[in-house]
């Protein structure tokens, strides 16, 4: 769904679990952020999410394989470690049975590079192909990563390149090489599991994952909670610092772009202050979807170095700033 309207779908919802009833649900509806955590006891809370989506490759192992890692991304981006998972499917009646098998193979296999296992599930039928996971992971309560926590002086981190959303929309325009779609489709696949370990180790202030919101979008929602902690603070991204995939800078140019890009500008460009000599289609870079993206992380500037040591890829992208009204910059360069 477009940003606007899952906020007001939400927002009707938001006030029916009064927070002071559940003790025990550490993250929910109240407070929302990359999964549900419910504390279980002192040393043990369970994190759940799902997610799934239609295809967006043509590979079907790639396209379940890419799915699971999407939704297990949200358990890894509040530093939790996999358990179980449970398919949810939609195929139709004349898909082949080899090629719903292969999905589900490629989900099972990602589920299981991730340590957890796959129980069951629950498919109908449907004109187009769904697929992806509910999942559900352990997290230490007192160590858990969220989106609020983000401190002054602290650098933005990102741990995968940016441009699947473009790369994907050019595939199914024929408009995508077989060199890039194999390049997004390697970095869609990469589970946050490394990410996740190293934000743990190195303490970082705040986490998320950069999924169909976009990178301006999930770092909007990140800043939002952060400020609600900390009152007046502001994200400065640098635009030459950013990570691309192969051939995604050039597809923008081309305007190349999902349509959730447009409603991710919509929704979250009032908070962003965009640098003048970027150009409308670099601009719109910064608010494209992406899938099973990297995390976004806030750490210490004392730590930043552990923590890309740590890391198996990773790019300092900004920084965190006082700001008041707080917002969004996105600068072209330093200086």
Known sequence: MAPDALAHVLRSLSNLFDAADYPDLLIGLGSPDDAAVYRLNDHQALVATVDFFTPIVDDPYAYGAIAA???????????????????????????????????????????MEAGAVVAGGHTVQDKEPKYGLAAIGLVHPNRMLTKGGARVGDRLVLTKPLGTGVITTALKRDQATPEQVAAATASMMQLNRTAAEAALAADVHAATDITGFGLLGHAAEMLERTVAVHGGIGFRFRFDRLPWLPGAVALGDRWVYPGGAHNNRKHYGPLVRLDPRL???????????ETSGGLLLAASPDRVAELLERLEQGWVVGEVVAMDPPGIEVLLAEG
Not at 73 to 94: C, E, H, T
Not at 279 to 289: H, I, K
Request: proline letters at 7%; a negative charge.
């Open 69 to 111: 890692a999407n939704a297990l991304s949200d358990i890894y981006a509040m530093g939790g470690r996999p358990l179980l998972a449970l398919n949810v499917a939609a195929f139709p009646a004349n898909l082949p049975a080899e090629t719903i098998a292969e999905i589900l193979r490629g989900g099972a296999e990602k589920a």
């Open 279 to 289: 150009d409308e289609a670099r601009q719109m870079l910064c608010f494209s979807p």
